[in-house]
Nanobody, 115 residues
Framework: QVQLVESGGGLVQPGESLRLSCAAS????????MSWYRQAPGKQREFVAV???????NYADSVKGRFTISRVNAENTVYLQMNSLKPEDTAVYYC?????????WGKGTLVTVSS
């Protein structure tokens, strides 16, 4: 069983940056594909970014060029660096792990972008 705990969310102004962390326990993430999703108020959860076991990455068009996903297997942690934040980035951000054909989700961390 894998537990994921997101942190680093908060209230920021447009144009500012945040770094989210997703700390895993219960199993190593080194063999897992790790992703970030988000869910804005009143909307469905949507894909944000993914990083493979070989650290290949892919991003939603809406965040490409502004967000960077990374992983530090030695820390069992995945990060999401978010720059040039916009009000439309406001959402609860969730970490997801795909490990050994199973899927695990964290409980999310709230990011609010507002002036």
């Amino acid at each position: 069983q894998v537990q994921l705990v997101e942190s680093g969310g908060g209230l920021v102004q447009p144009g500012e940056s945040l770094r989210l962390s997703c700390a895993a326990s219960g199993s190593s993430i080194s063999a897992g594909v790790m992703s970030w999703y988000r869910q804005a108020p009143g909307k469905q959860r949507e894909f944000v970014a993914v990083i493979t076991t070989r650290s290949n990455t892919n991003y939603a068009d809406s965040v490409k060029g502004r967000f960077t996903i990374s992983r530090v297997n030695a820390e069992n942690t995945v990060y999401l660096q978010m720059n040039s934040l916009k009000p439309e980035d406001t959402a609860v951000y969730y970490c997801k792990a795909n490990i050994a054909s199973r899927q695990y989700w964290g409980k999310g961390t709230l990011v609010t972008v507002s002036s």
